[in-house]
Structures are given as structure tokens and as C-alpha cells.
Antibody, heavy 121, light 109 residues
Framework: QVTLRESGPALVKPTQTLTLTCTFS??????????VSWIRQPPGKALEWLAL???????YYSTSLKTRLTISKDTSKNQVVLTMTNMDPVDTATYYC?????????????WGQGTLVTVSS | SYVLTQPPSVSVAPGKTARITCGGN??????VHWYQQKPGQAPVLVIY???DRPSGIPERFSGSNSGNTATLTISRVEAGDEADYYC????????????FGGGTKLTVL
């Protein structure tokens, strides 16, 4: 049974750094083809992909946010961590992690339930 | 980066057919995935690789993709189908490989 769960602070102040953790089970990120992405959704708005890390430790970032994002994995703990620097109120959103299983065309077949992050002083 | 365009809203009466489009430059050459998102819930995959259905998704959901438009079709629409729907592609030629459409709110009248 595949599950993903996001964790992190519910509230951060402007200019602070956000650190989110995706803890997963039911698969290994060391298996060829496996990838985990972070995706966010501001209240009432569309989904926005942020970053991806694959089984081979290759990393991809949103072109508009790449200077602020870092994605990493701890395969032994079944965790993927996303850090986002210099948080702003416009970064208020529900942050999801999601899995893909093979290659660059596969869909997000499992998602976490999401964690709402509010940026406010 | 690649852009996907969806209509903001589609309305349909129960029992009728809803069609939600996703436009993109030569999208027919890409694989399109569709997600359903109900309020307060995470997205759920309903169509992948243009027209395949995951297990557990009703046969009423189907997809097609050709030219510059991909389409999600929901037949015999039910009240429970009311949700936001997002299309998604991988743009492997870009360093921003994952693209979502802006989403379509399906309203069941």
C-alpha cells in the first residue's frame, strides 16, 4: 500500500525558510524509475509543480522558483525534503508531494493529503 | 515553458455529457494525464496516457488527444462528478518538465 504524507510548519514568517518533509511508504526511491515531486496550490487557485527528485538523485525545479528551492532525499528514511527560501505571503498554499513510477511521461499516481502553509507576520 | 490552456468552467446537466478541453502547442505529440480534485481533497488521477483509466475509475470517464487539443469526456454525468479537473503533461524538452493546466471547474446543474 502506497502512502505519502507531508509534514512541516503551518505558519512561517516572511523572509523565513520553509522546510517540508514528505514521508512515504509502499515503495522505495532507490527503485529505478521512481520519482517524487512537490506540487503546491494556493487557496482557490491551480496546481503548480515545484520540484522533482528521481531514483538516481537527478533534480528538476520550476524555472520560476529554482533559485529558492532545494529538493533532497533520504532513501533510508523514505523521505524527500523540500526547502524554499525567502518565503512571501504569495507562497501561502497547500503543498503536496506525489509519486511517479517510471520515465518522463508517467502520471502522478499517488498523492499525499497536502499540508497548508500560511506565510504571515 | 510549455503552456496548457483549460476553460475556467464547464456546466452540464445530470445525465448529459461533459467535455473538458486542454489546449497546447502540438499536445497530440505528448501524453496527457487528467486529475479530478474535489474540495478539500488531494487530486486523483482519472485518465492517464491520453485515454487509459486507472482501476476504480468509472468507464464514464474517457480521454482523447490530437493536434492541439486533449479532451476529457465524462458521460452520463452525476452530481458526484462536480469537481475541478486538471490536465498535465511532461515537457521533456524543457528544464521545467511538469506542466499543469489552469484547471476547469465542472458544475453539475
Amino acid at each position: 500500500q502506497v502512502t505519502l504524507r507531508e509534514s512541516g510548519p503551518a505558519l512561517v514568517k516572511p523572509t523565513q525558510t520553509l522546510t517540508l518533509t514528505c514521508t512515504f511508504s509502499g515503495f522505495s526511491l532507490s527503485t529505478s524509475g521512481m520519482c517524487v515531486s512537490w506540487i503546491r496550490q494556493p487557496p482557490g487557485k491551480a496546481l503548480e509543480w515545484l520540484a522533482l527528485i528521481d531514483w538516481d538523485d537527478d533534480k528538476y525545479y520550476s524555472t520560476s522558483l529554482k533559485t529558492r528551492l532545494t529538493i533532497s532525499k533520504d532513501t533510508s528514511k523514505n523521505q524527500v525534503v523540500l526547502t524554499m527560501t525567502n518565503m512571501d505571503p504569495v507562497d501561502t498554499a497547500t503543498y503536496y508531494c506525489a509519486r511517479t513510477t517510471g520515465g518522463v511521461t508517467t502520471p502522478f499516481d499517488y498523492w499525499g493529503q497536502g499540508t497548508l502553509v500560511t506565510v504571515s507576520s | 515553458s510549455y503552456v496548457l490552456t483549460q476553460p475556467p468552467s464547464v456546466s452540464v446537466a445530470p445525465g448529459k455529457t461533459a467535455r473538458i478541453t486542454c489546449g497546447g502547442n502540438n499536445i497530440g505529440s505528448k501524453s496527457v494525464h487528467w486529475y479530478q480534485q474535489k474540495p478539500g481533497q488531494a487530486p486523483v488521477l482519472v485518465i492517464y496516457y491520453d485515454s487509459d483509466r486507472p482501476s476504480g475509475i468509472p468507464e464514464r470517464f474517457s480521454g482523447s488527444n490530437s493536434g492541439n487539443t486533449a479532451t476529457l469526456t465524462i458521460s452520463r454525468v452525476e452530481a458526484g462528478d462536480e469537481a475541478d479537473y486538471y490536465c498535465q503533461v511532461w515537457d521533456s524538452s524543457s528544464d521545467h518538465p511538469v506542466v499543469f493546466g489552469g484547471g476547469t471547474k465542472l458544475t453539475v446543474l
